[in-house]
């Protein structure tokens, strides 16, 4: 089956500690992306990347960091330095640049002790 | 800066009735155009795309339209489901790879 897994879909971190938020994708897309959604917001972008070893920051980069090391692969890091990191984390993939049809994986819920 | 708006955030109707549901962005420049199922703690669940060229899309009871020049799109659900009952979200880009901006969702909820 095709599609985009995230783990662990509960997180519980503690304060001061540093989190990965796993993301893969079997579907073969070039770009994928992070979100971050809050009860009663749309969701907002924290990072996208267009292609392997590439990335660009979102509206809500500061505090989180990405890597693309593999096309499949894109993992989100919650650092400390992000104030208020509970959230519901979605991550995204899409393929035809002209169509930019998005495929979401079904989250991670991450809470901070 | 693109803004989508999603009006009513919550609307509860019964069994069978047909509904729309509407979405407005202050930018006409938008390229697509999805719509988007949340059921609760889920991921998001894609029901229509409306790509640049087109105008409106279809599938089974749903159908989407999209008016650039009044910077309007409808989700027309037609005989309503228990089943239908979550959030539709909307969302649009500008083309090619880049953000996309999402609203703020409308909370469905069919009564048996």
């Not at chain 1, 540093?18 to 917001?41: F, I, K």
């Not at chain 2, 019964?14 to 407005?24: A, M, R």
């Not at chain 2, 989700?75 to 500008?94: F, H, M, V």
Request: aromatic share 10%; hydrophobic share 30%.
């Amino acid at each position: 089956d095709g599609g985009i897994t995230q783990s662990p879909k509960y997180l519980f971190r503690k304060e001061g500690q540093n989190v990965t938020l796993s993301c893969e994708q079997n579907l073969n897309h070039d770009a994928m992306y992070w979100y971050r959604q809050d009860p009663g917001q749309g969701l907002r972008l924290i990072y996208y990347s267009q292609i392997v070893n590439d990335f660009q920051k979102g509206d809500i980069a500061e505090g989180y960091s990405v890597s693309r090391e593999k096309k499949e692969s894109f993992p989100l890091t919650v650092t400390s330095a992000q104030k208020n990191p509970t959230a519901f984390y979605l991550c995204a993939s899409s393929d035809d640049r002209d169509k930019n049809e998005q495929f979401f994986g079904p989250g991670t819920r991450l809470t901070v002790l | 800066k693109q803004e989508v708006t999603q009006i009513p955030a919550a609307l509860s109707v019964p069994e069978g009735e047909n509904l729309v549901l509407n979405c407005s962005f202050t930018d006409s420049a938008i390229y697509n155009l999805q719509w988007f199922r949340q059921d609760p703690g889920k991921g998001l669940t894609s029901l229509l795309l409306i790509q640049s060229s087109q105008r409106e899309q279809t599938s089974g009871r749903l159908n989407a339209s999209l008016d650039k020049s009044s910077g309007r799109s409808t989700l027309y659900i037609a005989a309503s489901q228990p089943g239908d009952s979550a959030t539709y979200l909307c969302a649009g880009d500008s083309g090619g790879y880049q953000k996309v901006t999402f609203g703020t969702g409308t909370k469905l909820q069919v009564i048996p």
